[in-house]
């Protein structure tokens, strides 16, 4: 699992060989209508864009959930040409961990709604 920062969040893909990345959508979807919006295997540089590439650095626990190499590169391929993109429901992150973990969870949408719920609460 690649990720790469765009401005405030971060893109996910998944890094299928030496320079090739499946994505959902390229780092920046923002002005690209959202059912244009696919997932796709592109080079390493046109997945980075303007930000430099990181690699994921999984906790013990998710280093023992996670699903093989070969597994998680099997199922971002499957999924090449896939739309349905939703900021809040499927997502990049969604689709990168739904490749590596076999759960789509987005992290930093789990955060932003906790907060807004704290807000809401006050």
Same mark, same amino acid.
């Given at each position: ?45 046109? #997945? /980075? ?6 690699? &994921?650095?999984?906790? =013990?626990?998710?280093?023992? $959930?996670?699903?093989?190499? !070969? ?23 969604? #689709? /990168? ?6 759960? &789509?969870?987005?992290? =930093?949408?789990?955060?932003? $709604?906790?907060?807004?719920? !704290?807000?809401?609460?006050?």
């Amino acid at each position: 699992m690649l990720r790469v920062k765009v401005s405030f969040y971060y893109h996910y893909g998944v890094c299928v060989d030496e320079d090739r990345v499946v994505q959902f959508g390229l780092p920046d979807n923002v002005s690209t209508p959202t059912e244009q919006i696919a997932v796709i295997e592109t080079d390493m540089a046109a #997945f /980075a864009g303007d930000g430099i590439p990181e690699t &994921a650095v999984l906790t =013990f626990a998710e280093r023992r $959930r996670r699903l093989s190499p !070969k597994k998680t590169v099997e199922a971002a391929r499957a999924r090449l040409g896939e739309t349905g993109y939703h900021i809040f429901r499927n997502n990049c992150e969604h #689709f /990168a961990h739904a490749c590596v973990f076999g759960e &789509a969870t987005s992290p =930093f949408v789990d955060d932003v $709604r906790e907060s807004l719920r !704290k807000k809401l609460q006050k």
